[in-house]
């Protein structure tokens, strides 16, 4: 599967921005998706997970309560709502594809998508 991440920008601490990753190439609807992060200088690390229906998401401590994952399968799209930004939250964002939601949660990744820079200023 092909991804494509958009919507990062630059914000100000406490503001919101939604990330959109496209999907095409394989039926999106029997695959997991995820959320990744890599903030310069440091590793890529798990943001949040979502099975293929939707039913079941996951995220990492640092960003529960504030990030939202959702899919819309008829339109082969899974997003990140982002809310109640923090500095820390600053880094470039990737999506991902795998078999499950443990997959993604593992870094078990079938794809990654190109990233997207989020820039979060006081």
């Known amino acids: 599967v092909q991804l494509q991440a958009s919507g990062g920008g630059s914000v100000q601490a406490g503001g919101s921005l939604m990330l959109s990753c496209a999907a095409s190439?394989?039926?999106?609807?029997?695959?997991?998706m995820g959320w990744f992060r890599q903030a310069p200088g440091k590793e890529r690390e798990f943001v949040a997970a979502?099975?293929?229906?939707?039913?079941?998401?996951y995220y990492t401590d640092s960003v529960r309560g504030r990030f939202t994952i959702s899919r819309d399968n008829a339109k082969n799209m899974v997003y990140l709502q982002m809310n109640s930004l923090k500095l820390e939250d600053t880094a470039v964002y990737y999506c991902?594809?795998?078999?499950?939601?443990?997959?993604?949660?593992?870094?078990?990744?079938?794809?990654w998508g190109r990233g997207t820079q989020v820039t979060v200023s006081s």
């Open positions: 979502i099975s293929w229906g939707g039913g079941s998401t």
């Open positions: 991902a594809a795998a078999l499950t939601l443990g997959h993604v949660v593992k870094v078990n990744i079938d794809s």
């Open positions: 190439g394989r039926t999106f609807s029997e695959i997991a």
